[in-house]
């Protein structure tokens, strides 16, 4: 029995490692990345507590290599989904019961463990299975995710200790329950850290979670999940499946005890799901919550006054890192006149520079996009930009899937700065600028905000003081998360919680408390010490 409130390690931003030549960390990553690829695995769902197998064998490839196997995954269908929605809700009442400290002490111990034995494994897991290099697993599938464990945890003591005050006579106290039902987590392919995180969240609440990860990220889910169970995870809490979304979608958004979806994804995607939920709303035992990230059309603005090298350096790296598959990826960008010959000499002199390749390959800066359909998606933007008269290629536009879905960086430069790559979502590595008049910033900061219909992220360069104040309050709506001199890209858990609006999303924050809170139901409770035993209040006297 829990005989105080205990205090909880203070959390801090786990260290990023370099991966310089010759440091132990990257030999160790070498390593594991090779054992890996070696074998191949036959990765189960995990309900209950069970590991389950099915006949439906996927294959798991590198989207670098898309001939090499890393194994197949038990796809399931119906039936496991309903079976992992009664193994949640039949583990519910002792997760929710356990005392907090005891449940947050789990996701601790599976930070401390990735952030020691586990990082290599996870790390190359998500550098075989989703592309991504040395750096850029290691601030997602490590950094981001060690944070997210870590800081959520503070965030949920921070919860539990708000409590509202008391008058004389009275004792009044707040409980933080855990939500009445199921929450469902939806996870996308492009970072493991989202993937570790929208499960543990909830989870952390005391609620039970079923978990359908994007089938391009279920290589590193699998692993997350065998973390979660070495730290000590019972049985039920968090159950994985892999069956295909409208299968998933039919009986999850049909049951009477859904209480919540926690998503990050397609724009298109969660305005059906919110639109099925409104539909079915009479059929749930409380208002379920929403809570979604979405897409981007994230911006860069320059002014006049910026330094042209420093535009470039935030261009090349906020447009072109991890193939530009990050929700936060600069994809459009406004550049004065002033500035644009300039910016474009040294963008295109850093992309000279830029190797593409397998991410084994630590001289890769580039490696490939995730899969066939998104490889055709981005090829078919660059090749009608190549055919059109409103927009011209300034550099990259090459692409090639004989071996693995590679895309070279792209820049477009737009005359119509209402052209279609302006505004529309391509999640790859094409970023597309226009380029204003250098005395036209106020009417270009119109099109900033009125282009697109999403509201992520969004960055402004300028060394005047005035304007950058002028364009942040003229930009307050565009972009959940701003940033100034810097480019779009690289929220940090517990220094700049994510999310967005408009049709970005929910603007939840995750890295937050704002996200915890919104897994609990309060339920306020007044004690009274001494109740009145007489109904009469001193107004009813007679007036005399």
Request: one cysteine or more; a negative charge; hydrophobic letters at 40%.
């Amino acid at each position: 029995m829990a005989t105080g409130f205990f205090k909880v390690p203070t959390p801090t931003n786990e260290p990023v490692l370099s991966y310089a030549p010759g440091s132990p960390e990257k030999d160790e990553l070498l390593r594991t990345y090779k054992d890996l690829k070696s074998k191949q695995l036959d990765v189960p769902m995990y309900i209950g507590g069970d590991r389950v197998f099915t006949d439906n064998k996927q294959p798991m490839l590198q989207p670098h290599d898309h001939q090499h196997i890393l194994g197949h995954f038990s796809e399931g269908d119906a039936s496991h989904v309903e079976q992992a929605i009664n193994a949640a809700l039949a583990a519910r009442e002792m997760w929710a019961d356990m005392a907090w400290e005891h449940r947050v002490s789990i996701f601790l111990k599976a930070a401390d463990l990735l952030a020691g034995p586990w990082r290599a494994r996870l790390n190359a897991a998500t550098m075989l299975g989703q592309s991504k290099n040395a750096y850029q697993a290691e601030i997602d599938s490590a950094c981001e995710l060690v944070d997210f464990l870590r800081f959520n945890v503070q965030y949920a003591t921070d919860i539990y200790r708000m409590q509202p005050e008391s008058s004389p006579g009275v004792w009044n106290r707040t409980e933080h329950r855990p939500l009445e039902g199921f929450v469902f987590a939806l996870t996308p392919f492009n970072f493991t850290a989202i993937a570790g995180n929208l499960p543990t969240s909830a989870a952390m609440m005391g609620n039970v979670v079923v978990w359908k990860p994007a089938h391009t990220q279920i290589y590193a889910a699998h692993m997350i999940m065998e973390l979660l169970q070495e730290a000590g995870l019972p049985e039920g809490v968090i159950n994985l499946v892999y069956v295909d979304g409208p299968t998933t979608g039919d009986i999850v958004f049909n049951h009477p005890d859904f209480a919540g979806i926690h998503f990050t994804g397609s724009t298109g995607v969660f305005q059906n799901i919110w639109k099925t939920i409104g539909n079915n709303i009479h059929k749930y035992r409380s208002y379920p919550r929403i809570v979604g990230e979405t897409g981007g059309k994230d911006f860069i603005f320059a002014h006049r006054t910026t330094d042209a090298k420093t535009l470039a350096t935030a261009i090349t790296r906020g447009a072109f890192e991890f193939q530009g598959q990050k929700c936060s990826a600069a994809s459009r960008a406004y550049i004065p006149s002033n500035l644009w010959e300039d910016v474009k000499n040294f963008v295109i002199e850093d992309l000279k520079s830029i190797k593409m390749g397998p991410p084994e390959d630590f001289s890769n800066f580039i490696n490939a996009v995730i899969d066939e359909k998104s490889f055709d998606k981005i090829a078919r933007y660059i090749d009608n930009a190549k055919d059109s008269n409103e927009v011209e290629l300034i550099a990259g536009g090459g692409h090639d899937k004989s071996k693995g879905y590679f895309i070279e960086p792209t820049v477009l430069l737009a005359h119509n700065p209402s052209y279609v790559t302006m505004c529309e979502e391509i999640f790859g590595p094409v970023i597309t600028v226009y380029v204003y008049d250098e005395h036209n910033a106020d009417e270009t900061l119109q099109l900033v905000n009125s282009t697109s219909p999403y509201a992520l992220t969004g960055a402004i360069f300028s060394q005047d003081r005035y304007f950058i104040e002028y364009a942040a309050n003229k930009l307050q709506n565009a972009a959940g998360n701003f940033y100034i001199n810097d480019k779009p890209t690289g929220a940090v858990v517990g220094q700049q919680p994510f999310g967005g609006a408009r049709a970005s999303g929910t603007n939840d924050k995750a890295g937050s408390m704002l996200n915890m809170l919104r897994w609990v139901s309060a339920r306020s409770i007044k004690e009274t010490f001494n109740p009145p035993v007489d109904y009469r209040y001193p107004f009813l006297g007679e007036n005399k």
